[in-house]
């Protein structure tokens, strides 16, 4: 059965479950809400559902229940790799199930009947100024394709119906992630390469497409389909993934929507903090060991300083983890599985810090999770394979995020969810909630 297919029987069967939940059990709590939270950016308040991923603080990360190893053991491979492709990744998102090979085949044949970006994308992308940040051109890139949305057309079609309405949004996110890659290399090479494009190959699977699209060598395949994979999903809370379903929410169609979405990713705190850990990194290797290898004290030392001076140190932390978040080991993994990248000087200074950052952020006592997430170590492979322009890193996240961000609002909806509007208080109705105690 062809994926939509697929889809449409999980949808129908599943939507019983929403409706019985609301109907019969609408009032049971689930949780509370306290001051610290309402004014602490509603940390920990259970109010989003999703079935696509879930972060438990401690494990992190499962797909579809299974973990980041599970997920990559569990997927068929792509052709010569022991990474599975991208769009066997997205079957699963969608469908919660492992495709077949035959089922892959026939995501990878969809897609490159999904992936012609139209010209006009490319003069607005040509029209921007050429030291914009790429990701202000991704961003651009997707409401640029907004006038030929389905799921807007549909909207406007006159036959509207709230059963169908997924199939738009499901046309309108394969199309999305089917092109975002094709966009992300041509804001690269319009970015880095004096504007010199690399056709399609459509013999290839999407990462691979996507690193030979960049100029990359056979090797670069594996990184793009395991960094799409690990990027894609950390259930809805997120910035990116809560904007993308906020504004959605609103019956704003998926390129609308996800363009807000890389908005939110592009915030230091968020997604852009994969580049400030570079920037961090080699201002740090410059300063202190050009000729010498990074030492404790040293790091220490250099942490100390950016603590200090008030800042975060760039890829530890995390609003939801409390362990070393795993897509950070999958990566840490990669690196000490690959001869040369194993040795290569940064990867050894990211790897000391690892060994330091924790302590001191545990000694500087604010952040409550001093272990690193999956920014502090993704920049690092991607500078050894030659891509050093690193304010393109949050590009390579957006294109990564846009396969979660598009599974959920497609379950969105199917099941129907609801425009989202929290309640919101004065800051005088807190000080009498808190004098009653
Ligand atoms: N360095 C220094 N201080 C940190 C810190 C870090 N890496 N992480 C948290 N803190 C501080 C916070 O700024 C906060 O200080 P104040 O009380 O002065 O405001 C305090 O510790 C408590 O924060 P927290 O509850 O532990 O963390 P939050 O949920 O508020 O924030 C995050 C989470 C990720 C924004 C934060 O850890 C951070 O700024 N990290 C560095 C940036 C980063 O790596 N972001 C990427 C996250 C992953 C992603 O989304 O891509």
Known sequence: ????????????????????LVKEFGKVKIDEVTIDQCIGGARDIRSLVTDISYLDPQEGIRFRGKTIPETFA??????????????????????????????????????????EVPQYVFDVLRA???????MVMLSVAMLTLQKDSKFAGFYNSGKF???????????DASDIVARIPIIAAFIYNLKYRGDKQIAIDPSLDMGANFAHMIGQKEEYKDVARMYFILHSDHESGNVSAHTTHLVHSALSDP?????????????????????????????FQEKYCKDVEPTEELIKAALWDTLNAGQVIPGYGHAVLRKTDPRYT??????????????????????????VAPGVLTEHGKTKNPWPNVDAQSGVIQMYYGLTEYDFYTVLFGVGRALGCMAN?????????????????????????AEAG
């Open 74 to 115: 569990a997927l068929p491979k792509a052709p010569g790799s022991n990474y599975p492709t991208v769009e066997s990744f997205w079957y699963m998102l969608l469908t919660g199930d492992v495709p077949t090979e035959a089922q892959v085949a026939e995501v990878v044949a969809e897609w490159k009947t999904r992936q």
């Open 161 to 171: 119906n709230k059963m169908t309405a997924w199939e738009y949004v499901y046309e």
């Open 409 to 433: 609002i497609t379950w969105d909806r199917g099941l129907g969810y609801a425009l989202e509007r929290p309640k919101s208080v004065t800051t005088a109705m807190l000080e009498k909630w």
């Open 1 to 20: 059965m062809a994926l939509k297919e697929t889809l449409k029987q999980k949808i129908e069967e599943h939507r019983p479950r929403t409706t019985r």
């Open 330 to 355: 999958s990566q840490r993994e990669f690196c000490l599985n690959t001869p040369g990248l194993k040795d290569y000087p940064l990867f050894k200074v990211i790897a000391k810090i690892f060994e």
């Open 128 to 134: 921007l100024p050429r030291d914009s940040h790429p």
């Open 255 to 283: 390129y609308y929507a996800y363009s807000a979405g890389l908005n939110g990713l592009a915030g230091p705190l968020h997604g852009l903090a994969n580049q400030e850990v570079l920037d961090w990194t080699l201002k």
